[in-house]
Structure formats: C-alpha cells, structure tokens
C-alpha cells in the first residue's frame, strides 16, 4: 500500500513475438545476462504493491523474476487489457517489457502524475525533422509536406493511469473495434487529458538488432549504476 492508501500495480506487456528483432519473444532476449522482461520487472518492482506480466501463450516466467502472469493477447492492446482485468489496483503503470533501462525518477514522476491527472505518460520532445515517405516503403522518396516539429513528443512507457479510466477506455475502444499503439492514446480517445512527464533517452524501446546493439553497449554502464543518484537527463523541453 502507497502513501494515501492507494495500491499501484505494475502492469508489463511482454507477450510479443519480437518480430522485427527476429530472436524468439523478445521479452526474454537477455542482455549482459539479464533478460529484458528481468530488467523492468527489477526497475518497477521497489515502486509498486505488485506486478503483473503477459506472457505468450506456453511461456512461463523465468524464475528470477518475481511477479504474476497473465496469458497475453494477440495485440499489445489485448494483453494491458488482460493485465487490467486481472488487478483490484487503484492505480496502474505500465510499461513495455522492451524498454530495460528505466530511471526510478521518472516511475516516480509518473506515479505522482497519475495520481493527480488520472493519466501520464513518459516522453521526450522530438529532436529530429519528421517527413512522410512516399511511394516505395521504409526508404521511399520523400513525399508531401516537412511536418512541423514543435510541440511534438515521442511516447515512452511506463504509462500511469487511474485502473477505472483505463479500464473504462479499453473496453470502450474493444467494443468500438479501435486500435491504438499505447495506453495513453486510448485515454485521449475518450477525451481525457494525459500528462506528459519527462522521460530519459535510456528508455528506448529494443525494437530492432540495432536497438539491441545498443542496449549491449549500455547495460555495463547501466549495471555499475553510474547514474544512480542523476536525476532525469535529456529531458529537455517542448
Ligand atoms: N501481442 C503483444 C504484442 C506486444 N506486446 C508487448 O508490448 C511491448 C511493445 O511491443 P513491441 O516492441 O512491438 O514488441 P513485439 O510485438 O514483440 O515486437 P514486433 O512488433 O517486432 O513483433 C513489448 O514489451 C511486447 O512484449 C504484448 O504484450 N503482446
Ligand atoms: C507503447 C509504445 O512503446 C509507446 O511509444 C509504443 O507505441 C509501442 O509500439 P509497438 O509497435 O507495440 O512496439
């Protein structure tokens, strides 16, 4: 139980296959000896009453990591939806499995957003020029308008919510047959506001071989807690 009597659950997709990492389920990919799952598991746990985990269909928890598990969904959005009908909890953060390196400022700063909005989100404002390809995919030529960047954050996890908000909105959006790519995004379907709450540029998601390549590089780094007593950096401003 928190301060005020309110109990917060961790809530942790990792029931994805890892497609574009091409390993098996990513969540389990370890990297300097510790899986993925293992690493955010570790780094929500000191903040919250329990945690839960989606796993895929088959898959057990691995024995280092102290929590309970949900059989996920076929979609990121069906396996929160899995862990939020299985936790009482008053408040919720969740938070990818394939995002290892999680500040403890930042699980703070969300929690403490959460509780008082309802909703919040880790994210950083975006730095680099955004274009929409064009005819030919990933490396078409560039097509239409420059978008403007300003004011444009990118989303990280974890994701903090008031369990009845979020709840409320994933069923809304089952019954309505409406997909998003987060959490926050469902809440913002409904109207609801979501605060942004700086996020650290070490919360990348392991998406690809060279998101791994560099979570190899920085877990040393990250396992000496060099950066134990930093508060958030690269936060930077809108
Ligand atoms: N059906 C799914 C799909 C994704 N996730 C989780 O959602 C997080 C973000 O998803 P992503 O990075 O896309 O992971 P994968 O779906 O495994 O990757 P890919 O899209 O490359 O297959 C991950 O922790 C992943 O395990 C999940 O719980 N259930
Ligand atoms: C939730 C998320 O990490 C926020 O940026 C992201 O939307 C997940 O996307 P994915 O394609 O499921 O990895």
Redesign the pocket.
């Given at each position: 139980m928190r301060p005020g009597g309110v109990r917060v659950a961790a809530l942790i997709?990792a029931a994805?296959s890892g497609t574009?990492l091409g390993l098996g389920p990513k969540a389990f990919v370890e990297v300097a000896g510790r899986s993925l799952l293992g690493r955010s598991a570790a780094a929500l746990a000191p903040h919250v009453d329990e945690v839960l985990v989606a796993l895929p269909a088959g898959l057990d928890l691995p024995e280092d990591v102290p929590a309970r598990a949900v059989t996920g969904g076929d979609?990121?959005q069906a396996s929160v939806r899995a862990l939020l009908r299985a936790t009482r909890a008053d408040v919720v953060l969740?938070h990818?499995a394939?995002?290892p390196f999680l500040p403890g400022a930042v699980v703070g700063a969300v929690i403490a957003a959460a509780r008082e909005v309802g909703a919040a989100?880790a994210?950083l404002p975006v730095a680099d020029t955004l274009v929409r390809a064009g005819p030919g995919g990933d490396c078409g030529t560039l097509w239409g308008t420059l978008t403007p960047r300003e004011g444009l954050w990118?989303?990280?996890?974890p994701?903090g919510f008031r369990r009845d908000l979020l709840l409320a909105a994933h069923e809304a959006a089952l019954t309505d047959g409406f997909a998003?790519?987060?959490?926050?995004?469902l809440i913002a379907r409904t109207g609801g506001a979501v605060r942004l709450v700086p996020g650290d540029a070490r919360l990348f998601?392991v998406?690809t071989p060279g998101d791994l390549a560099l979570a190899q590089a920085l877990a040393p780094v990250w396992d000496a807690q060099v950066w134990e007593t930093d508060p958030v950096w690269d936060a930077g401003g809108a």
């Open positions: 997709p994805g574009r979609t990121r969740v990818d394939a995002r989100t994210a990118a989303v990280q996890t994701q998003a790519t987060d959490d926050a995004g998601k998406t």
